[in-house]
């Protein structure tokens, strides 16, 4: 069954996509080297799953492995059953305890302030196994919870792998969410330390998280100890005698030898909660081996990470991609990584391209809206910095127009470096969908092929696969080891929320389409849909759209509720820095979407603003702008805003209509 979610010109888009190859050089240095390779090897993971995860498995150290690889299906299953497995001594101690690595750089950090620091594999780990032997000193086991509540530094590295180490399970939220939404998950968790920072340098402002955690912990919980990092130096921090710690006085007391606990592959490793933008946010458990198992195969394959690189993944910590990409799936394969401190355009709009510069970092994994945001500064912002070892761009989080495609590979790239547009979900612990870089052939705005071991298909209402060119769901059908195990406290809402839909398939709630090629192009989500006059409109489809007109650097679409048509689509823009609002230009975006989709899509307004409410993650929050339209003002939490100061200019430029057509 056929499910409308994409019009026909979305569709002739993508059947008549370009191929591009990945060069010549860049082909010579990928583990897979030619598309043959990729369909052999993938062939071959689909027919023998257990040897390829045992392949994987055998580039691992392990305590103690059992033959068993999987047990149980989906949505009950197990990777290596009655294996154990320690998280902390693959992504430490095997490179530290390797003469060639073990003075290697692991982290280099860059604060917003300029502050510098670096540390090897061999400090990590003694860092490491010292807060390991802090955790175990304020009585916390293996199976308790901590709250993590810190920015990009070295230290929530350390606290991150020292729970690793000793089975403990971490939650991090993000360092700029508000006292109400780090209670939720405090006490949803049942944690019982916090670690936090005491402060967090963001766009040349101080945060004061330790007062952030303070007012989170006026409820009842079951919180002992809280851990104080003092980032910022001379802040006025509060600290409650008896519950309260100075990071560096009692980690200058602990031992620097703690073993890394055998752990089971299954054990719960870690605790991320969704956003919360829609309803409870949910606490997805990853377990701890199995994490490091499927986060160790995406980095390898698809970002063909390797020790000689150097790294950036722009990512926040408090965003699972930083513990996929760089906390364990980099850290695991002994690269080097780069970790920074604030907002990537500040002090200077140069800022992200002075830091490539100066570690010669050659692979980027960020958001679209920071290659949008790159697009938006100009080429000649550019060109004023060495970029020249660039090679591979990643991309996850939105859609990645063609026009930033385009952009990123000619004006970054020189023309042959390599653009992996991924997607993955907080509940799959990684990319199921991305290119493998040197072997499979790139089109602007397709997410790439299925990852080895994945089982994916699109299917209809009726839970049958639907032909290529065809939209529908986007589901997985087998189990594989980064896969989120549980809801935290609800398993219940677990089986509902993933696996109700298609019995047997993990269902993503995303609607997709497979081109003839076997590329895979996500629409957006299956509930971001809007209903006008009878005509289900895909909202993504729509911010496509209006991505492709020239003067558009960022596009938002959402809708508003209407006497006449139940829903009408409003624009927001964002324009290329040449471009100036105007009512010829609004129309000129309408007549856009018209064309490409149809009249019944042309939006009811356009309103230009000068910069979208985001994450830090770079996603759009789009239920912000909902807000502002219906209500005029946003009534919601605000305090993981990107940057909490553009809120009142945004709601003016929307409510003083001065910039609406």
């Known amino acids: 069954m056929v499910i409308d979610l994409a019009s026909e010109e979305t569709l002739k888009l993508i059947a008549e996509s370009v191929k591009v190859p990945p060069s010549d050089s860049y082909r010579s240095t990928s583990y897979l080297q030619s598309e043959e390779a990729y369909l052999a090897k993938y062939q071959a993971s689909i027919e023998d799953p257990e040897s390829f995860w045992r392949e994987i498995a055998d580039e691992l150290t392990w305590q103690h492995r059992e033959q068993a690889v999987v047990e149980g299906s989906l949505p009950d299953f197990r990777f290596f059953p009655g294996s154990f497995i320690n998280v902390s001594e693959n992504c430490v101690d095997r490179h530290a305890t390797n003469p060639a690595s073990r003075n290697k750089v692991a982290l280099f950090f860059e604060g917003e302030n300029g502050e510098r620091k670096a540390v090897t594999y061999l400090q990590l780990q003694r860092e490491v196994s010292k807060f390991a032997n802090v955790l175990k000193s304020l009585g916390l086991q293996k199976g308790d919870v901590v709250s993590v509540y810190m920015q990009n530094l070295i230290e929530t590295y350390v606290v991150l792998l020292a729970c690793l180490r000793i089975g403990v399970i971490y939650n991090t939220v993000f360092a700029g969410f508000s006292a109400e939404a780090l209670r939720e998950r405090i006490v949803s968790s049942n944690a019982k330390a916090v670690i936090c920072a005491n402060g967090s340098y963001r766009r040349g402002k101080v945060l004061r998280l330790k007062e952030i955690v303070d007012e989170a912990l006026d409820c009842e919980n079951q919180v002992e100890n809280v851990v104080v990092y003092n980032r910022v130096q001379g802040l006025e921090t509060p600290m409650m005698e008896g519950r309260d710690h100075d990071y560096d006085a009692i980690i200058s007391q602990a031992l620097a030898n703690c073993p890394p606990e055998p752990l089971d592959a299954n054990d719960p490793g870690l605790l991320i909660f969704t956003s919360g933008t829609s309803g409870k946010p949910k ?31 722009t990512a926040d910590i408090g965003w699972l991609t930083s513990h996929i990409f760089v906390l364990v799936g980099g850290l695991a394969l002994g690269t080097t990584t780069i970790l920074y401190e604030g907002a990537i355009d500040f002090p200077h709009q140069g800022r992200l391209y002075e830091v490539m510069e100066r570690y010669s970092v050659n692979k980027v994994f960020s958001a679209p809206t920071a290659y949008r945001m790159m697009l938006k500064y100009g080429l000649d912002l550019a060109q004023k910095y060495d970029l020249s070892n660039l090679s591979l761009l990643v991309s996850v989080g939105e859609p990645l127009n063609p026009e930033a495609w ?18 993955g979900q907080t509940e799959t612990g990684g990319t199921p969908l991305a290119s493998i870089p040197g072997a499979t052939v790139m089109k602007a705005g397709s997410c790439g092929v299925p990852f080895f071991g994945h089982q994916v298909d699109i299917v209809g209402s009726d839970g049958e696969s639907v032909p290529d060119g065809t939209p529908g769901y986007l589901i997985i059908r087998n189990p594989f080891p980064s896969l989120a195990r549980d809801i935290f406290g609800d398993h219940d809402r677990y089986l509902r929320s993933y696996f109700a839909q298609v019995p047997g398939a993990y269902f993503t709630g995303d609607s997709a389409v497979r081109d003839s090629d076997g590329q895979f192009w996500v629409l957006g989500r299956v509930d971001d849909v809007i209903n006008v006059s009878g005509h289900r409109i895909s909202t993504m ?24 048509k139940g829903v009408v689509p409003v624009a927001f823009i964002t324009l290329e820095k040449s471009f100036a609002p105007s009512d010829e230009l609004a129309a000129e975006l309408k007549q856009q979407i018209v064309n490409d989709i149809g009249s019944f899509a042309r939006p009811e307004r356009v309103h230009f603003v000068e910069a979208m409410p985001k994450t830090r993650s770079g996603k759009i929050i789009r239920r912000m702008l909902r807000e502002i339209i219906q209500n005029g003002e946003v009534r919601g939490d605000v305090t993981g805003l990107e940057d909490s100061d553009i809120l009142d200019k945004l709601v003016l ?9």
Not at 291 to 300: E, N, P, S
Not at 406 to 415: E, F, I, S
Not at 541 to 564: C, K
């Open 541 to 564: 489809e729509m911010e496509s759209s209006l991505i492709n007109h020239r003067a558009v650097v960022e596009a938002a679409v959402v809708g508003q509720p209407d006497e006449v």
């Open 406 to 423: 385009q952009w990123m590979r000619k004006a970054l790239g020189r023309g042959d470096v390599v653009i992996n547009n991924t997607w």
């Open 283 to 313: 606490g997805i458990v990853h377990a701890g081996g199995g994490f490091l198992i499927g986060t160790y195969a995406y980095t390898k394959y698809q970002l063909d990470l390797r020790p000689e690189d150097v790294y950036w993944n």
């Open 653 to 661: 430029d929307v409510t003083g209509q001065g910039n609406a057509v």
